[in-house]
């Protein structure tokens, strides 16, 4: 099992997730997050002053899958989240020890 | 030295100085006697002349008996319009605190509200022990409310042949005698003028100002400080009387409180933002200022539209007559300004930043509300949109001039959009008055010129306010946060400045959301 990491833009969200569920994909969690990468924030103006925005917010999806659906959730965040411009974000797989459904008791893949 | 000055000034006031007390008036707490026969002379063109009422009001009693409806009606309009515009002053109260929230960071919200807040019950209470008394207590009554003539009661020194108003002593607590119908009116009306003064420097000192300091503070100003210049130009006093006295126009001319309420609280801000100094991290160790943007714009927007709705109170009601027609001249040019004040603010920026800065844009809009304030009754439609042009434009330099040249902090600008553009306002009153209107204004005959129009002396009136409000308040406000500072530190702890005032000030965190905490056990 894998633990699929994806960090997108916000704007990102709804279409990572229609394309994730129309392939099948039954649960995901999501986090609003704030972070930097080589794109290193962006500059505003207020009141006549320039500042810089260091951490830019993204959202943090969070999937578990099984080790052959691994690559097609790949393809899928990747297709859903592109656009080609900097700040697009990245996709982290770990694996996954075990997962337990705390309702019933099931373990490994049954409990995804 | 000083001290010695001071007792010396106070004795020459003593020796100099007497209350001038006409024969006692009446007080009318019921109204039924406000409002007759009295106030249909002279109300209009062709309305009959005080002879003519005597002589006829003889040979035709039910006539004489009607005039008395109509004049109570006419005074019932004026009382209906001016109550009405007050109650929408008070909501700017409303419209200042949204602006100046909005504009400060979150973990100040909940302070920087509950001052906006406070100074409102503070500032009436203030006001009612005895600012008004000092402001209005001489000013002889209203005219078009038919009464308040027992508000008679002005300190005048008589210095060189010429006498000088310089406070009223009658109205304290509303009572001694100022029980009447007008005198309330003319209370509630200038109470709500005086607490927009009180909440400017709320503003400009945001975000590291202790609560208890401000407390006393909100006594101060709107006890004493206040007062004082708004008798010396509305209560009678000495600014109003330059034209009789020494042939200055009209005399200092401020239709709804340019420099009265405005400059008043704007350099009170200045002195304020001064005393306290910047807020942590404002400025760098080189001098160069950094941002501190402000939480939530839209909620400073909308704040700034709410000021704009009840400005329309402020100037048209300050024709203290529903009556007089010119309110709607008056309530034109007031938008226009706002209009020509947001826009000019908006090119500037645009050209100057690369961005139409919000948040300029906003101060701009109210840039150009304040410097109608003073000339919106005496100038025409092309003027108000100059006024506020300039205004939207000297709005954007001052605010730099504040930050990068004298190192002030002033987190929402309100040194620059109400001292300076008070002052502004006024001075363009001497400017573009068009002689339009104005007619007896401050008891001299003719309508209100200004320099471009054929009377320079105006303009030197305007002069002369300006100047005078800039002295007296700067000066008496830095002095009273001087020493302020000495029993009751302004300024909070830097360790609560950084972790923000909520908590240690008022209590209670403006939104508890935003933290980890135990809400639902």
């Known amino acids: 099992m894998k633990m699929i990491l994806g960090v997108i833009k916000p704007f990102k969200v709804d279409d990572v997730k229609d394309a994730l569920t129309s392939i099948n994909i039954n649960g995901m969690t999501i986090s609003e997050v704030k972070g930097f990468g080589r794109q290193k924030g962006h500059k505003e103006i207020y009141r006549g002053t320039e500042y810089q925005t260091d951490f830019v917010p993204k959202v943090e999806i969070k999937i578990a899958v099984a080790d052959d659906q691994a690559d097609e959730v ?17 996709i982290f797989i770990l694996p996954i020890e075990d997962v337990i459904r705390i309702r019933t008791g099931e373990k490994g893949e049954a409990a995804i | 030295m000083k001290k010695n000055i001071l007792f010396f000034l106070l004795i020459i006031i003593m020796m100099y100085g007497s209350v001038s007390m006409a024969a006692d008036p009446v007080a009318d707490p019921s109204g039924v006697n406000t409002g007759t026969a009295a106030d249909v002379v002279g109300a209009t063109a062709g309305a009959p002349t005080a002879d003519d ?10 006539a004489g008996k009607l005039a008395d409806v109509i004049g109570h009606n006419r005074i019932a309009i004026n009382f209906v319009w001016v109550m009405i515009c007050g109650f929408l002053v008070m909501f700017m109260q409303a419209g200042f605190s949204l602006a100046e929230t909005g504009f400060t960071r979150a973990k100040n919200a909940g302070h920087t509200m509950a001052m906006n807040f406070m100074i409102y019950a503070i500032g009436m209470l203030g006001y009612w022990i005895c600012g008004f008394a000092i402001q209005m207590g001489g000013v002889g009554g209203v005219a078009s409310f038919g009464g308040g003539t027992v508000l008679n009661s002005e300190f005048v020194i008589n210095l060189f042949g010429y006498d000088f108003g310089l406070f009223g002593t009658k109205g304290f607590f509303l009572s001694g005698g100022t029980y009447d119908v007008a005198v309330y009116a003319i209370f509630l009306f200038q109470m709500v003028f005086m607490d927009t003064t009180a909440t400017i420097p709320t503003g400009s000192m945001a975000e590291r100002w202790t609560f208890k300091s401000f407390v006393v503070y909100g006594f101060f100003i709107t006890m004493l400080v206040y007062p004082l210049y708004a008798n010396w130009v509305w209560g009678g006093g000495w600014l109003s009387q330059l034209g009789k006295n020494f042939g200055l126009g009209h005399g200092h001319v401020d239709f709804a409180g340019s420099s009265v309420v405005h400059m008043t609280g704007g350099f009170a801000a200045l002195a304020g933002a001064m005393v306290l100094g910047p807020r942590l991290g404002k400025f760098r160790s080189d001098g160069r200022p950094n941002a501190i943007p402000g939480h939530h714009i839209p909620m400073a927007l909308t704040g700034c539209f709410i000021l704009a709705f009840g400005w329309f109170g402020f100037n048209a009601g300050s024709t203290l007559a529903g009556g007089d027609l010119r309110l709607a001249v008056v309530a034109t040019n007031t938008m226009l300004a706002s209009a020509a004040g947001a826009f000019a603010a908006m090119i500037y920026m645009w050209n100057v930043y690369g961005k139409p800065d919000i948040s300029m844009i906003a101060n701009g809009f109210l840039a150009g509300l304040v410097a109608i304030t003073a000339p919106c009754a005496f100038v025409n439609s092309i003027s108000a949109v100059i006024i506020g042009a300039v205004a939207g434009i000297l709005l954007c330099i001052s605010v730099f001039f504040v930050e990068r040249v004298m190192k002030v902090d002033d987190p929402v600008g309100a040194f620059s959009v109400h001292g300076v553009n008070g002052a502004w306002g006024v001075l363009a009153l001497g400017l573009f008055a068009d002689g339009t209107y104005g007619e007896g204004f401050n008891g001299i005959a003719g309508t209100v010129k200004g320099l471009f129009f054929g009377d320079s002396t105006q303009f030197f009136a305007q002069v002369i306010g300006t100047v005078t409000n800039i002295i ?29 005032l909520d908590q240690f000030e008022v209590g209670v965190i403006a939104y508890p959301e935003f933290h980890l905490n135990k809400t639902h056990r």
């Open chain 1, 74 to 90: 790949i393809q899928t965040i990747i297709n859903a989240a592109k656009t080609g411009k900097i700040g697009d974000g990245k």
């Open chain 2, 53 to 62: 009422m005597a002589a006829m009001s003889q040979a035709e009693p039910l």
């Open chain 2, 472 to 500: 007296f308040v700067f000066v008496i406000m830095y002095v009273f946060f001087k020493v302020l500072d000495k029993f009751v530190p302004l300024r909070v702890p830097a360790e609560m400045e950084l972790e923000g």
